[in-house]
Structure formats: C-alpha cells, structure tokens
C-alpha cells in the first residue's frame, strides 16, 4: 500500500522527551533513523510508510536508559531488529581518562570518541594536536604538564595567556572565518615551534599562506566602495599575520602587513570610533600593533584606547624609596633611578604580578570584573612602555647627531641634544626590562621567540655603560693566573665572557664588599636576571651587536656571565639569597621560581670560583 503523495513536503524532526547520550551508539541510532526517514528529491517520488503506533512508541526506539549499570544487558526494543538480541552497554559506553591537574580542576577525555574535524579549513597532519595543544596546554595553570607535553624541563609557563592577549578566549569568533582561522592557527604553530625548539615550520607556512590567500580573494570582493567594506575576519587575519611575522622576525612582510592593516582601520573609521563596538576586536588590533612596534623598533601607529586603559592601583612599593636612593647617590658608582614614569610604570607592573598572584580562580562572583582590570592594566602598561622606548630612540639619535656634529657656537639648547643622565642611571635599562618581563611572564610569550630580540639588545645597550663603571664587564680571572681565557660562540663570534684583564681579580676583591645593598642595587640584580631568561638562539648567520666598542654576540650568555659577576660582587652565594631578593622586586610565583631554577643551574656553580 502506497501513502498518498503531498505536492509539498515538510520537514522531519527527531524529538525526544529526555536528553540523548552523547555517545557511539546513540549517534549511530540517529544516523539509521536519518537514512530511513531521509526525504525524497523528486515530487513524484512516494513517501515512505507511515508507521502505526503510538507517539510513546516511536519515540521510545531512541532513548537510552541512564540509570543502567555500565556491566549490565538489556534487550533492544523490537521495531526493526530481533527483539531478542542483546546489547552489551559497556561495549558502547566511551572510554575515560581523567586528568588531576589541582584541587579545583580536572581534565576528563574520552579515549575512544571518534576523530571529528575541529576546525572548517583544510589542515596539515599536525593541526589538529596543535588545537588541543592550544586549548590545553597552553591554558594549563600547572607548569608540569607544559613539560610533559613537550618532554622537555624549562618550559614557561602560560598560566596567564587567557587573560593577557585576545587570542585564547577569541576562537570562537575565529572559527567562523577561513582567513582568520588559518592566520590563528599559524600563531598556535609558532609558539609551539619557538617553546618546542623545533624547527619544522611546515604546519606555520602551510597556514600563513593558505591565511594569505583567503584574504587576496576576499579583498577581490571587499573594500572596493562604502558599501562593501572590509570585513572583520579579514582585519582579524591581517593583524594575526602582523603578529606572527613579528614573532618570528619576517619583519619586512611584518611592515608590509601592518600598513595594509593600518589602511583598513582608517577605511573603517579608525580604531576608536570604527571599531567601538568590539573590545576584542580592539585589543587585537592594539596586540598586533605592539607585536610589530618591539619587533622592529618602530613607533605605534593605533592611539591609545580610553576605555581599555583602566589601571590598578599603584602601591607606591617603590617610588618613595628610589626618591630618597636617588637623594643618596652621590658617589659615582651609586645606582638612580632619574625617569620617574619609569618607576611609576614599574608600579604598575608590580600591581599586575601581584593580583595575578593572589587571583582566585574560585570567585566567579568577580572573575571576569578582575581579569578585565588586570587587562586593562596590562594594555596600559605596554601602550605607554611602547611610548617610552620610543622616546629613548629619538633621544639617541639626537645624541648621536649632536656628537657628529662641530660646536661651533655653544649654547642653551645644545644641552637638549646630549643625554643628560649620568651613566648610572637605570632609567631605560628598567623600561625594557619591565617590557620583557611582561612579555616573558604575564603574556607567556617563548623566551626564544624571536620577537624578544630588540627589546633584548635595547636592554644591554642601555646597561653598557653603568656595567662599564661597576666593572661588571670584565670576566674575573682565578686566583694567581693573569692570562685572559677568551672563549668563541657558536657562530664564530668572540663573546663577552672573552673581555677580560689582567686588573679584574683584584678590582673585583677589593669591590666586593664596597657595594652596598639597597632598592636600586636589588633592581640591578632584578634586571640582569630578568635579561637571563631570553634564550634567543644564536644563529652564525646573526650578526653580533656592536655597542661602543664592545661585541655583544650570545644575549643569554651576557646576562649569565654579568649576572655571576654581580652576585659574587655583592656576596650573594646562595640561592635562597638571590630568591629572596628577587621575590622583594617583582614576583610572578610558578615562572618566576621555574626560571630561577633555570638560571641557578647555570650560575651556582661559578659564583664561589
């Protein structure tokens, strides 16, 4: 018997009146439902039997029981199968594996579910591990599971990530655009390349390109007239390439990236009165813009944000006390801090490290009030950082200029030209270590990423000269040998633990208990242990960098050696000593205490020679 034709199909729906098991069996139920309910193509095409029986009935095929004991038997129900044939539940019932990572979060996966796409772009091999690299591990508040990953000691920590940059807590938004889910996912393999040390960059090629290629064809159809202008997927997409060409140091396609990105905004409205309905979509803009500003040396080019520059409140932990210090140094090897923004902005720092610190992850009451403050003040805190490395540029350049140039007619403003500050000052020194600290621990960025070295070499140009009057350059000699042991870097290169003299054993005793203690001498310490973090890899085809003279090849093997030569001046063997004033500056407890273990390793050994 054929049911009547209708001219008019409707469409068919599965209901139920309790929640279906997310499991295998469920799903092959529904598939089977779907295939013999599945409608026709053509109108002439008669419809399937209906079925007799009730609304219980039918519905009854596919609800599973949830109060049956994973090891029991019950029978199937007799519609289109042997009603006698058993089914064993526990066959069907996923496997789980849970994870304990603290006393208030717990990972469960199921083992046996099976492999679905994540994501809606072609993808490599390696992709879809890089996504739940991503969205575990990287997320991951405990440090040990970062090293299991990898297999590796020394990784940092990326317990801040989610509430440092949009990134994390943006895929949602991601997903749903091919051009900026490709540009996302080669900033996953970047990262996991630089913290890996791994050299295979065919997965971040493969989406960087794939990434390039969506916006060339999207561009072909957008932005063409006020009617169709750019999308937010493709400025999301450009700012992500931005990034991740800073990252890893491509800075000429980084600069070409960023004027096309520029050039958006402003066909946009600017990024201010364009973009005001979007935070995120600011916070990205603003993260790409200083991705590239410390990558390359350049100024910023978005303004800032009023609304994303809410600050915590400063403590005033250490500008009192460096006002008094600065009143103090009189002697010429007596450490200042004369630039007092440089002192407030580290304020700042210090509030962030400490809310960080003793954030409850417990109260969602505030959980989201608290992590939007904390961003802000990270915002904040980098916008103007960026301005300030700026402004330190331009003044040596100037000063470079006015050195050049022949006095011939002295004069007041000829002062404006010269850097006034004496070679003591920790001014600038202190401005880019805070940045690296806050790129390296509150952003969780690879201390080898690639990104880290202008800041890098900015910080050891600035720390030159007071190295140079505390003698902190010269690479002590044992007891009784006069002869300098130059050593060679990887790349051929004559390092800074080769710069020796003959006079540095005796200077270095007699120094060694001339050196007092104090707020600005414990920021020193805090600077040059901050600066032994950046493992940037040293590459023979890097070219050294050459500041007054002096080679400055390997940057972590600078800091180490200085930072050993510093310690055994002030008498600092321990380490306990070096922990304790290091945790009275700036503190962020599980990455700080991983690198100081890191960096002890390294040092403990050499500090009693």
């Excluded at 490599?124 to 591990?129: A, I, K, R, V």
């Excluded at 440089?342 to 610190?357: H, K, M, P, T, V």
């Excluded at 007891?479 to 020796?500: C, D, I, K, L």
């Amino acid at each position: 018997m054929v049911s009547p034709q209708a001219p008019k199909p409707g469409f068919q729906f599965i209901t139920s009146i309790n929640t279906i098991a997310r499991n295998d069996e469920t799903r092959r139920r529904v598939r089977s439902h779907a295939r013999r309910q599945k409608l026709p193509n053509q109108t002439g095409t008669p419809f399937p039997k209906k079925e007799e029986g009730t609304q219980k009935e039918r519905i009854s095929k596919f609800r599973l029981s949830t109060s049956v004991s994973p090891r029991t038997r019950r029978k199937r129900p007799s519609s289109t199968e042997d009603a006698n044939t058993e089914v064993d539940i526990f066959e069907a019932t996923p496997k789980w594996e849970t994870t304990v990572i603290g006393n208030k979060l717990a990972i469960t996966v199921a083992r046996e579910l099976p492999n679905f796409p994540l994501l809606r772009i072609e993808t490599t091999p390696l992709t879809e591990n890089l996504l739940k690299y991503c969205m575990t591990v990287c997320l991951s508040p405990q440090e040990k599971f970062v090293e299991k990953w990898f297999d590796r000691a020394g990784a940092p920590t990326y317990m801040n990530i989610r509430r440092a940059t949009p990134y994390s807590f943006a895929f949602e938004e991601i997903n749903v655009d091919n051009a900026a889910t490709h540009a996302f996912m080669a900033n996953v393999a970047a990262m996991h390349n630089s913290l890996a040390n791994w050299a295979d960059t065919t997965t971040m090629d493969f989406h960087r390109l794939q990434a390039v290629k969506s916006i060339n064809e999207r561009l072909n159809l957008e932005g063409k007239n006020i009617d169709t202008p750019v999308s937010d997927g493709v400025i999301v997409a450009v700012a992500l390439l931005v990034n991740i060409e800073a990252y890893i140091g491509s800075l000429a396609a980084a600069a070409a990236h960023m004027n096309g990105l520029k050039r958006m905004v402003e066909l946009r409205g600017g990024l201010l009165e364009g973009f005001d309905y979007s935070s995120l979509l600011q916070r990205t803009l603003a993260w790409a813009d200083f991705s590239y500003a410390t990558a390359a040396n350049k100024p910023l080019v978005f303004p800032l944000i009023p609304k994303l520059a809410m600050s915590l409140g400063l403590k005033d932990r250490f500008m009192s006390r460096s006002m008094v210090a600065n009143i103090e140094a009189i002697g010429l090897n007596d450490l200042s801090i004369q630039n007092r923004e440089a002192i407030e902005l580290f304020e700042l720092l210090y509030s962030i490290a400490d809310s960080i610190n003793i954030f409850d992850w417990a109260d969602f009451k505030n959980f989201k009030a608290e992590r939007a403050q904390i961003s802000d003040s990270i915002y904040f805190l980098e916008w103007r950082l960026c301005q300030l490395e700026d402004l330190i540029r331009s003044r040596q350049h100037f000063s470079t200029r006015a050195e050049s140039l022949p006095a011939l007619m002295p004069s007041e403003n000829n002062e404006t030209w010269m850097e006034t500050s004496p070679p003591t000052d920790l001014s600038n020194a202190l401005i880019y270590a805070s940045h690296l600290f806050l790129h390296l621990a509150i952003r969780g960025q690879p201390p080898a990423a690639y990104r880290h070295r202008a800041l890098t070499e900015g910080l050891m140009s600035s720390l030159c000269d007071t190295l140079m009057v505390l003698d902190l350059l010269s690479d002590p000699e044992p007891h009784g040998s006069p002869e300098s042991h130059h050593t060679t870097s990887s790349g051929g290169q004559v390092s800074t633990e080769s710069w020796s003299t003959t006079t540095s054993v005796t200077s270095d005793a007699s120094t060694c208990g001339a050196i007092k203690s104090g707020l600005h001498e414990d920021i020193l310490l805090w600077i040059l242990f901050i600066g032994s973090c950046i493992r940037i890899p040293s590459s023979p085809a890097d070219a050294p960098f050459m500041y007054r003279g002096i080679l400055l090849g390997d940057h972590h093997e600078f800091f180490i050696n200085t930072l050993t030569r510093y310690c055994r001046m002030r008498n600092i063997l321990e380490k306990e000593t070096l922990l304790a004033m290091l945790k009275g500056i700036v503190w962020l407890d599980m990455w700080s205490e991983n690198q100081l273990e890191l960096v002890w390793q390294e040092i403990g050994g050499h500090i009693r020679i």
